[in-house]
């Protein structure tokens, strides 16, 4: 029974009997990735909590009739037969290159399953979404209020896809709303990918020469492409153009610019759409559609500070005549205090240069003239966060400091200046040490992404596929990483991989299953022979097809915990996929 109001039912759900129940299903793209994953854990936690068990079919993104050969993951949506679940969830994001009414006649092919989606709006399909309006008014808000921000572009989502428009038309409205004329120059398309805001960035910088002030990203991934492509342009996030995104996946806190977002529940949206599932299996009444809110996050790719620097003043300010008459003395005394003060700071780094100087005793003086609030603690970001990148030692950038504050003492005049300076130190300090602690979490999720990148390479020089050495990798390596069991099966017949396959070496937590030398023979649709579970069917299982560039080879089926799947699909891409 469809109810639409939002909000949870109360009363308890009365399950069917354990006997009879078959697993809840997960529609996902993949499991390698923050978005997918927090989904999953998501949904995860609620099977795990009702005692269900959960088959999670990571067929990659669906792709549209006459776009060319479907991704080899797709063909794991035809194995997945209905007769499978008891209910099923769908991730929207994976019919993102269809347009709604494809994507609504894939998802009928599984009537009658109970089903819900997240991130889409299918009528008659209960669903799980977020709402954008507020923390993506809230976001575009504050680039225009705080910052005076007024050429914002927007790099949009995949055509068609139910969040991608509703942000698109977000960012109308408040541009109008802000007497901002709405320029269909600064809109680029995009893809929900980082590649959109990488071809986003060369189409408003080079072909249509944009001077910007601001992008507005669709979601975190496209904003992380944005970023990697104006900082290899030789571009300073947020000092030459500020980025926002959505999503707040835990990456966005270490990009280069630590990235300014909304927030979306990504757990709670999974764990939603398994208990909307639930309730339809149950026969309890469950609302057609659930909103849950968004907020927005401040860091550092808008132009804020750290959180920890904001709220490290003490609001010791001087009185109006003291900071005017102290202001008007540091541009009197303006060259000859640089005079001074390059070759005491360059003392302590040769590599100092004078104009830097310039920039922080100027942004020093603006502060004391009222021009803006936390002025030369953002001048001090921008210097010292590039050269922190390239390793040099935050303790550098305290001594420098200390010695711009021993140089400017003898010009504070009285005890009220001196308070109102000595904040302005302390945010300094503050600010350097939360620059320290970011430089180095950052370094740490490079050294991430630099070995998740040599995978991928390893893959592409793989030039065959030797089932012998596959089967050893299996067994050794993947326990280490926490896959409890792995159940691995080759087509019969790769062109139609819907038909027969062959189990070729199961391995569970009592150790490897003996198989006869040439496999086992069962339909591809039951995804491994049901005698085969030795301790039972485990609770949560993931599907992932095993191809050789666009041949089709067969499917892995693992358990592995949720809090496990980036390391999981990585095991697995890095083994199996050339």
């Known amino acids: 029974m469809m109810d639409t109001d939002v909000q949870q039912s109360t009363h308890s759900i009365t399950p069917p009997p354990p006997t009879q129940r078959r697993p809840l299903g997960l529609f996902i793209a993949r499991t390698l990735g923050q978005y997918d994953t927090a989904l999953w854990s998501g949904a995860a936690g609620f099977a795990r909590e009702h005692g269900l068990k959960l088959l999670t079919v990571a067929g990659g993104g669906l792709q549209g009739t006459g776009a060319g050969r479907e991704p080899p993951r797709n063909v794991l949506y035809e194995l997945s037969e209905a007769g499978q679940f008891d209910g099923l969830v769908i991730v929207g994001h994976i019919g993102h290159d269809l347009m709604p009414e494809a994507f609504r006649t894939f998802c009928e092919r599984y009537r009658p399953l109970p089903m819900a989606m997240t991130a889409a709006n299918l009528e008659g399909i209960p669903s799980v979404v977020v709402d954008n309006t507020v923390g993506l008014r809230a976001a575009i808000t504050h680039l225009i209020e705080a910052h005076g921000y007024r050429r914002i572009a927007c790099v949009r989502g995949s055509d068609g896809d139910w969040d991608a428009e509703e942000r698109y038309r977000i960012y109308t409205e408040v541009l109008v709303e802000h007497g901002l004329p709405f320029d269909p120059q600064l809109v680029s398309p995009g893809n929900f990918q980082a590649s959109g805001g990488q071809t986003a960035v060369d189409l408003l910088l080079d072909q249509r020469q944009l001077e910007l002030d601001a992008i507005v990203c669709a979601n975190d991934l496209t904003a992380l492409g944005v970023i990697e492509t104006l900082t290899a342009r030789g571009l300073q996030v947020p000092d030459d153009i500020a980025v926002v995104g959505f999503d707040d996946i835990s990456e966005s806190r270490y990009f280069l610019s630590p990235l300014t977002t909304v927030h979306q529940p990504l757990y709670e949206i999974g764990w939603r759409?398994?208990?909307?599932?639930?309730?339809?299996?149950?026969?309890?009444?469950?609302?057609?559609?659930?909103?849950?809110?968004?907020?927005?996050?401040?860091?550092?790719?808008?132009?804020?500070?750290?959180?920890?620097?904001?709220?490290?003043?003490?609001?010791?300010?001087?009185?109006?005549?003291?900071?005017?008459?102290?202001?008007?003395?540091?541009?009197?005394?303006?060259?000859?205090?640089?005079?001074?003060?390059?070759?005491?700071?360059?003392?302590?780094w040769p590599g100092f240069a004078p104009v830097w100087a310039a920039q922080l005793l100027d942004a020093f003086a603006a502060e004391f003239e009222g021009q803006a609030h936390g002025r030369f603690v953002q001048a001090l970001q921008g210097l010292a966060r590039p050269s922190l990148l390239v390793g040099m030692d935050v303790n550098a950038w305290q001594q420098l400091t200390s010695t711009l504050r021993r140089q400017l003492l003898p010009y504070l005049l009285n005890r009220d200046q001196m308070l109102a300076a000595e904040d302005i130190w302390h945010q300094a300090r503050v600010l350097l040490s939360g620059l320290a602690q970011w430089i180095e979490v950052y370094h740490q999720q490079q050294e991430v992404l630099q070995a998740t990148q040599l995978r991928r390479i390893s893959q592409a020089l793989i030039s065959s596929f030797e089932v012998p050495a596959l089967m050893e990798v299996v067994v050794h390596e993947l326990p280490r990483l926490g896959i409890a069991s792995c159940y691995l099966a080759l087509y019969a017949d790769p062109q139609v991989p819907h038909?027969?396959?062959?189990?070729?070496?199961?391995?569970?937590?009592?150790?490897?299953?003996?198989?006869?030398?040439?496999?086992?023979?069962?339909?591809?649709?039951?995804?491994?022979?049901?005698?085969?579970?030795?301790?039972?069917?485990?609770?949560?299982?993931?599907?992932?097809?095993?191809?050789f560039q666009q041949q089709q080879l067969g499917y892995v089926l693992f358990e592995i915990e949720p809090s496990g799947g980036e390391m999981g699909e990585c095991a697995v891409r890095s083994s199996f996929y050339g």
């Open 499 to 547: 038909d027969m396959a062959r189990l070729i070496l199961a391995y569970d937590r009592r150790g490897r299953i003996e198989l006869p030398a040439e496999g086992l023979s069962f339909a591809a649709a039951e995804l491994a022979p049901p005698d085969i579970w030795r301790n039972g069917r485990p609770d949560g299982m993931v599907l992932h097809a095993l191809y």
């Open 273 to 348: 759409a398994a208990e909307l599932v639930w309730r339809q299996i149950c026969g309890e009444t469950f609302p057609e559609r659930v909103v849950l809110p968004t907020a927005l996050v401040l860091r550092q790719s808008c132009g804020c500070l750290f959180e920890t620097t904001r709220h490290a003043v003490a609001g010791l300010s001087a009185t109006p005549h003291a900071s005017t008459e102290l202001a008007t003395m540091l541009t009197q005394h303006r060259d000859e205090l640089l005079a001074m003060l390059v070759p005491a700071l360059q003392e302590q």
